[in-house]
């Protein structure tokens, strides 16, 4: 009898990573792909052939969505064995799959079918969930909180008992606080309405539309509508934040360094709002409540510090704030293996690095 193999497959809106690994805990193989949420491939399929999409239901536009993403997924996994000198007919002892779009308990174990009845012989058993739930799993297999900000954000509680909680994840038409598209949308604002006189910002605004013409290509304030309404690209928009965090750094401009910090609070509250969830054993444990932060807002860490540390003052005794130091996708193989009662011995402390430690005054 061969070693186990479990495959974990970290799927994002951009990019997917998969790794491969044995039962002993070890990495056979790495790999990247193409975007695999499914939401968003549908709307890619409208692009290319919008009179056969618009012809569709809703639940079949997603379903066009679908079978591409389990294509894309069936052909890493199929790339990934070949890379790593795997038989083509191995099969996987579990295969976790920690993916965008992937909210909805029932969609999940629906898309679990489907993909095992479409690959009945790539695959033992497979498990699905959202791409929040990978980095927990990665740091630490005892719960924690996954605290998100990139282009949007969200935070996930998962306790040792399996119970759950989260803050956020709305889109930023009603979320996305703290994430680089609110950072931007907020910067965007400011300058209006000062310039409308509507709000006054006691800060000079200069620099932030210096910024934002150069950001959007326009060369006054009317430019920017037509990346707000008419061809608005959120990852684009978003694209702002990371130039308002160079002005913040390295110009120490106000207006920018303010942006950074109110986002500090915003995440603080994130983490504050799931504090009736949160169980006494992640917050007895040594490192108090564990936070893993994911997303490139935490780049410009030193700048929300202060934000955060005001916005979560005397809330939790201690919590100490991560970074992961490898793919998600190694929390995902682990996922796999759990389904199956199987417990892949990674050792998780190798895969973070420590980015604050908090402790309460009190």
Known sequence: MGEKIYCGIEGGASVSKL??????????CTLEGPSSNYLNLALKVRKIDLER????????KKL???????KRLADMIEQAKEKASLRSDTVLDGLGLCMSGCEEEEANREFERNFMRKHPNMMKNCFVASDAVGPLYTATPKGGIVLIAGTGSNSLLINPDGTSGRCGGWGHLLGDEASAMWISQKAVKTVFDDEDNLVKCPYDVSKVKELMLQHFKVVDKFGILEHCYANF??????????????AATKDKDPLCCHLFYEAGKVLAAMVVALKPKVHKNLL????GLPIVCVGSVFKSWPLLQQGFIDGIQNQYEKCTLMTLTCSAAIGAAYLGAKATNFDLPIDHTKNTSILFTYKSSN
């Open 233 to 246: 690209n959120k990852t684009s928009f978003a694209g702002l934040c990371a130039k308002l965090a160079e």
């Open 53 to 60: 999409f618009e012809n569709l239901n809703s639940n079949e």
């Open 19 to 28: 790794m491969l690994v044995s039962g002993k805990g070890d990495i056979i």
């Open 64 to 70: 066009v969505g679908l079978e591409e993403c389990q």
């Open 284 to 287: 007895e444990s040594e490192t």
